[in-house]
């Protein structure tokens, strides 16, 4: 009779924490597959993030604090952008028997710029950052007292060094973090025939 209560008892409680493992799981997978439907509509994804940075800089306006929160959040979107305008493959660090570099002349094959972190990536993580800077702001406990304008000069200052850099290294390797499709030839060069053009 114990040993059949005790393994009810065991039955009982694992019940509870499998279910909720499963409640995780299904709504995982429905977040994920929400995120995979909104990839296409770049526009909308991008409008829905001003809207939520508009929100945040209201709510700080409006107390008038929680300037640490936002000089970190700051310093993370200065790390997102450096990745998104960095090549996935460095060429300062790239060895070049690897195989093929960025193109540096006009007769080299168009190659599109391939980023460190991908655009959906980088909409994800700054519109998630947000979100959490927005939460934070309802904590008094990360509402440090501070000379703002410090912080904000600190970080303009960190900003156009970073941008210069960044700027620098783009003119030495000669890429552009932008690509606008495929090549398009002028008159004077032979253009690519339909079946050339479906080859991979």
């Known amino acids: 009779m114990d040993i059949n209560s005790a393994g009810a008892g ?9 279910a909720l493992t499963q409640l995780t799981a299904s709504a995982s997978r429905s977040f994920q597959h929400f995120l995979d439907k909104t990839t296409p509509y770049l526009l909308c994804r991008w409008i829905a993030f001003f809207f939520i940075a508009v929100l945040y800089v209201v709510r700080v306006y409006l107390v008038e604090g929680f300037y640490v929160v936002s ?8 790390n997102l952008l450096i990745g998104f305008l ?4 460095d060429p300062e660090l790239q060895d070049l028997s690897d195989g093929p570099t960025l193109p540096t002349r006009e007769t080299d094959e168009f190659r ?22 927005f939460v934070l702001t309802f904590f008094s406990a990360f509402d440090v007292p501070v000379f703002w304008p410090i912080l904000l000069f600190y970080w ?32 004077k060069k032979e253009a690519p025939s339909e079946s050339e053009d479906l080859l991979p």
């Open 156 to 187: 303009v200052v960190l900003f156009t060094l970073t941008m210069r850099r960044q700027i620098r290294h783009m003119l030495k390797y000669k890429y552009l973090p932008f690509s606008f499709g495929k090549q398009r030839y002028d008159g």
């Open 86 to 89: 960095s090549p996935q493959v």
């Open 112 to 133: 599109p710029f391939v980023r460190r972190l991908p655009e959906f990536k980088f909409w994800y993580s700054i519109t998630k950052a947000f979100c959490i800077a």
């Open 10 to 18: 065991d039955a009982s409680s694992s019940t509870p924490s499998s």
């Open 71 to 78: 000089y970190a959040l700051g310093i993370y979107i200065l």
